[in-house]
């Protein structure tokens, strides 16, 4: 059974931090790129951060300099650090793993940053 865990997410207040956590198990094959997405209410889901099983990383111009990904390969994990955070920060994280054929997503968690 493929399952992504997410936790890390919480209320905080603007400027503060959080550091969210998925572990991915129960994947056949090897995982390629992982990330994270978030969405907003009324608004689509959008890739936040990406890391690729070499660590190349890349992220959305709205977190770069705030947000820092980082992976784990030996045990299917990938973390998001989120500093200075901003309201509008305030989303549904899920994280993301792709195989070169399929792809799985968490269950989501809540980060609510308030002004």
């Known amino acids: 059974q493929v399952q992504l865990v997410e936790s890390g997410g919480g209320l905080v207040q603007a400027g503060g931090s959080l550091r969210l956590s998925c572990a991915a198990s129960?994947?056949?094959?090897?995982?390629?790129?992982m990330g994270w997405y978030r969405q907003a209410p009324g608004k689509q889901r959008e890739l936040v951060a990406g890391?690729?099983?070499?660590?190349?990383?890349n992220y959305a111009d709205s977190v770069k300099g705030r947000f820092s990904i980082a992976r784990d390969n030996a045990k299917n994990t990938v973390f998001l650090q989120m500093n200075s955070l901003k309201p509008e920060d305030t989303a549904v994280y899920y994280c993301?793993?792709?195989?070169?054929?399929?792809?799985?997503w968490g269950q989501g968690t809540q980060v609510t940053v308030s002004s």
């Open positions: 129960g994947i056949a094959f090897r995982i390629n790129a």
């Open positions: 993301n793993a792709q195989t070169g054929l399929l792809e799985y």
């Open positions: 890391i690729s099983v070499g660590g190349f990383t």
